[in-house]
């Protein structure tokens, strides 16, 4: 019996030391004897729903636990109060009676935080330390067994400069035995002056706008183990376009901002923007089958879904390509149309020259011009070189935008990027289960509907804006955002400008700002800009070749930012087999500290995978380019990392942490801030685990709270000093 309890505490510790985001509700079980605690009870179900209006937020939370042990035990329920939030209503009914709770202040809370971690000798529950508690005790647990808690509390609105802001601290891995069977976050946002840009970083929420007042929001998962909080971003305007600014300060009197510039549902009531689409369909011999059936159903529903006052052309091609016709949106067209696709099959080789000669060209009434390109190879006939291909179509195409699909992955990826890019485009890749309708169908669906084009955004004020990405914009469709990420150097006001076509007229909308101050939980900010950054420099080098200060730049914000990237991936794993004996611990681990030169080497020599990076065609040529686009996507989740492309492994995910926007490494001594790595050790302030002084951290440094969960050993930067925490 001894023996099985060990083992739970081990593996309870392991949980704890390799988490760090703030957890919601809880269940912890006294060991016999009270000589510790451990975790033994699992969270089949986590329900939440939110209630945000222009007072106040209200959380409702329903979760269950269940023990799965073989005993009856007790246990104590923990839920550390969002700091602002009060307690309204608690719900647990053991054997018919409804049991009591009490709340207690900061102080006795951190009292208790601290006597677990220093009877368990781990610090998971640092970061709670400096806010409220809501305490339970529970008994008795039955052996297989669930419990049932329903808790709520509400919180003032959180707006500040036209944006409001909400968090669930939600990140209950570091204390289930198990993932998450079930968890689902939904809420409703209500606003009398009007809601727009709905921001939900890192969670791939449902986002549906009932009206110009009402947001609703659905986020579900199974089998997971929550890691962050959940974050929840909006503005309230009733403007045509909605402009908005999160900031977050980076401590020398300037930081990073997101930008997010939206339309709101009265610009969709102005004239409609008409526009021209060109569809451009390989039938080579190599589309036979499902693969062009495919693509015919979806030509249909693309052809279906244009708007009255439209144009449209459809070029197919294979050994030569023949076009339509170029032609207003109606009943006669579109059946024509739909008779040429019908008679589409599958032979012969790929004329792409001939068939962007034919697709070329610009509106003449200054319409919008949207080219579609569909294709599963590279080209066979004509010219085949990709920058003769690329340069000839940019000196004839006009204004033209062009969204290529590759279908498969025999086709030459840095063709039809080069097209995309350089036309302010994009280029997307459907491969192996994807479907080719689902996928077309969602993104013309996006496209349908233009509301703003030839966009320009200026920044004016007494702040200095620089380091934008991406660097230049394009059009604005119905129910999109534009996300902007950029650096200030110092606090003030900030006007921003936002000009482009609506309808059949040039408009401007000017919104001023006061940026400096740092908006709740805006610590993921950084992250996102130095995301898009590193996009834009991996997308340069995809295209045009490495070059040492690019690779630099990348491994410099990787480190930095904890992101990983086909570099960083492989230093890390390099650094894993890195484990030296000194004495101060500081060479440890090299923590990427690898020069740009090495880096290359390293991707050319040892990573086969990688290699994907540098080439045109194949798997790994494709997948290299959905990570760029996964990077470039401002929305993406910024923390999970999921693929298996670059090497990426189970072990390089648990080898970086992100707390607070600040990357730590994992070495075989503990975890070493990004920042650090590569630069010499400024002044050294030692501090043991478990001393009077370190609990006084959180009381001088109140942030450092979820640093000091990460473990018991880790080195960080604070200011102009090197804090590390030793054992």
């Not at 023990?67 to 035990?73: C, F, L, V, Y």
């Not at 709670?128 to 008795?140: C, E, N, S, V």
């Not at 482009?500 to 000017?510: A, H, L, T």
């Not at 996102?528 to 045009?544: F, H, P, V, Y």
Request: charged share 25%; net charge neutral.
């Amino acid at each position: 019996m001894k023996r099985t309890i060990t083992i739970q505490v081990i593996a309870a510790v392991i949980i704890l030391i390799y988490s760090h985001a703030f957890a919601d509700g809880f269940i912890i079980v006294p060991k016999p004897g009270n000589t510790g605690y451990h975790y033994p009870l699992a969270v089949t179900r986590h329900d939440v729903k939110i209630d945000i209006n222009d007072r106040v937020c209200l959380t409702e939370i329903d979760q269950e636990f269940y023990n799965p042990g073989n005993s009856t035990i007790e246990g104590i329920y923990l839920f550390p109060v969002p700091r602002g939030a009060v307690i309204t209503h608690f719900s647990m009914l053991i054997n018919g009676i409804e049991k009591q709770a009490e709340t207690l202040d900061a102080e006795k809370a951190r009292g208790i935080y601290e006597k677990i971690v220093s009877q368990m000798r781990d610090p998971g529950l640092m970061e709670y330390a400096g806010q409220d508690l809501f305490r339970l005790k529970i008994y008795p647990i039955e052996p297989h067994s669930k419990k049932r808690i329903k808790i709520s509390y509400q919180e003032p609105t959180d707006y500040h400069d036209g944006y409001c802001s909400y968090i669930y601290p939600l990140g209950t891995e570091k204390f289930s035995s198990q993932p998450i069977e079930e968890i689902s976050i939904s809420a409703t946002i209500s606003s009398d002056n009007g809601i727009s840009n709905v921001l939900c970083p890192g969670f791939n929420a449902d986002i549906v706008r009932k009206n110009d007042s009402q947001i609703k929001l659905n986020y579900k998962a199974g089998n997971i183990r929550p890691d962050r909080d959940f974050r929840l971003y909006y503005s309230r305007t009733k403007e045509p376009v909605g402009i908005s600014i999160i900031a977050n300060p980076d401590g020398t009197g300037g930081g990073h901002f997101l930008l997010n510039i939206s339309p709101d549902d009265t610009l969709y009531g102005m004239a409609a923007i008409q526009k021209d689409v060109v569809f451009v369909v390989d039938t080579s011999g190599s589309m036979i089958g499902e693969k062009l059936d495919q693509v015919k159903l979806s030509l249909r529903k693309c052809v279906s879904a244009l708007r009255h006052g439209d144009h449209f052309q459809i070029v197919r091609f294979s050994t030569e390509a023949e076009s339509l016709f170029s032609g207003p949106v109606d009943k006669a067209n579109i059946q024509k149309s739909f008779k040429f696709i019908d008679n589409f099959n599958a032979a012969g080789g790929t004329n792409l020259e001939e068939a962007l000669k034919l697709a070329s060209g610009q509106s003449q009434s200054g319409r919008p011009r949207y080219i579609v390109l569909l294709t599963d190879g590279m080209p066979t006939i004509g010219e085949t070189d990709e920058s003769i291909l690329i340069n000839n179509f940019l000196s004839s195409s006009g204004k033209s935008r062009i969204f290529t699909f590759g279908l498969g992955t025999g086709l030459n990826t840095h063709l039809l990027e080069g097209l995309s890019s350089k036309t302010g485009g994009s280029a997307r890749y459907i491969t192996g289960g994807d479907s080719i309708e689902s996928v077309i169908d969602k993104f013309f669906k996006k496209i349908s509907l233009p509301v703003m084009t030839d966009i320009k955004v200026k920044f004016a004020g007494s702040s200095k804006i620089s380091d934008i990405e991406p660097s230049s914009f394009h059009d604005i469709f119905a129910g999109d955002m534009i996300p902007i990420y950029g650096k200030y150097d110092s606090a003030g006001k900030i006007t921003v400008a936002v000009e482009g076509v609506v309808g059949q007229s040039r408009k401007n909308f000017i919104s001023t700002f006061t940026i400096g101050y740092a908006d709740r939980g805006a610590d993921f900010v950084p992250r996102m800009w130095a995301r898009t950054r590193i996009a834009s420099l991996m997308e340069k080098i995809r295209l045009g070749g490495a070059d040492e200060n690019s690779t630099a730049e990348i491994i410099k914000l990787a480190r930095t930012y904890g992101i990983i990237t086909p570099y960083t991936s492989y230093l890390i794993l390099e650094d894993e087999n890195t484990k030296t004996a000194s004495s101060d611990g500081w060479n440890n681990h090299r923590t990427l500290s690898a020069a740009p030169s090495e880096a290359i080497d390293i991707m050319r020599k040892k990573s086969p995978i990688a290699q994907g990076l540098y080439s045109k065609q194949g798997d790994m040529s494709v997948s290299s380019a959905r990570e760029i686009d996964e990077l470039k996507d401002g929305y993406a989740d910024q923390y999970a990392v999921t693929s298996s492309s670059y090497g990426k492994s189970d072990e390089i995910i648990k080898s970086v942490k992100i707390v607070n926007g600040r990357a730590f490494y994992r070495s075989s001594w503990g975890w070493i801030e990004g920042v650090l790595a590569g630069e010499k050790p400024l002044t050294t302030k030692k501090i043991a685990f478990m001393t009077k002084e370190y609990f006084r951290l959180i009381e001088i440094h109140p942030w450092i709270a979820g640093v000091l969960s990460l473990g018991k050993n880790i080195r960080l930067r604070i200011e102009n000093q090197v804090l590390e925490i030793y054992e």
